[in-house]
């Protein structure tokens, strides 16, 4: 099945992509120089901007993953988080970057920022490929961003619509009738609601 097909627009070319991480790559190293940053990335959507990030700063630095789903809420502003996955380390003493793939509300986003801060790390910050500024529920100071986009339900490079299209290499709009269907029977959220032709609830 091609998955070129259901794509409307193309909102962020690869090389584009590419070459805003190469910028914020190079921005981390220079910011941290003399620490070793660990990198905290969410799972799933953040698994392609952190590899290739990560790739693109020259010193020191260290990797770890979280994964959280929002809580069996019926729409996707309810504000409980939960953690499915938490780290593999204390963060004590460290210089944490949270590294996340989209920030839309920010309720994802206050909330790690809530946890990890009591946790004690020497300094927290945020690193957020895309901000859908006008989204957003809750202020997030976004220390490294890559880029701001409209409201729109975007997919690729990490992003997915019920599990698919996370694999396209660029930052996409879905055909219209793409968004009201079932995308994989197996990987699609046990409950989805639709709100103006968009997705209310999805995958994180
Ligand atoms: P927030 O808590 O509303 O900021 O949601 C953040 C999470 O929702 C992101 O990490 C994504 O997993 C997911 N998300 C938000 N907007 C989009 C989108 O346009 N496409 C795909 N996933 C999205
Ligand atoms: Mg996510």
């Not at 910028?23 to 190293?29: A, H, V």
């Not at 839309?104 to 859908?132: F, H, I, N, Q």
């Not at 986009?149 to 997919?155: E, R, S, W």
């Amino acid at each position: 099945m091609a998955l070129l097909d259901d794509i409307d627009e193309i909102l962020i070319p690869e090389e584009v992509l590419q070459a805003r991480i190469r910028e914020l790559g190079r921005t981390i190293g220079t910011d941290y120089n003399g620490k070793e940053p660990l990198l905290v990335a969410i799972l799933t959507g953040a698994v392609l901007f952190v590899s290739d990030l990560i790739r693109q700063i020259s010193i020191a630095c260290q990797l770890d993953f979280m994964a959280t789903s929002s809580y069996g809420a019926k729409t996707e502003s309810s504000g409980i988080v939960r953690i499915l996955k938490d780290l593999d380390q204390s963060i004590e003493g460290r210089h944490v970057i949270i590294v996340d793939d989209i920030i839309d509300t920010g309720l994802t986003m206050d909330y790690l920022l809530e946890t990890l801060k009591a946790r004690y790390p020497a300094s927290l910050k945020v690193c957020a490929l895309l901000d859908k500024v006008p989204r957003r529920l809750r202020h997030v100071p976004i220390d490294y961003r890559g880029f701001e986009i409209p409201d729109k339900f975007v997919v690729g490079y990490g992003l997915d619509y019920g599990g698919r299209y996370r694999n396209l290499p660029f930052i996409c709009v879905l055909k219209p009738e793409i968004y009201g269907q079932e995308p994989g029977a197996d990987d699609a959220p046990a409950v989805r609601h639709f709100t103006h032709g968009r997705p209310a609830r999805m995958v994180r």
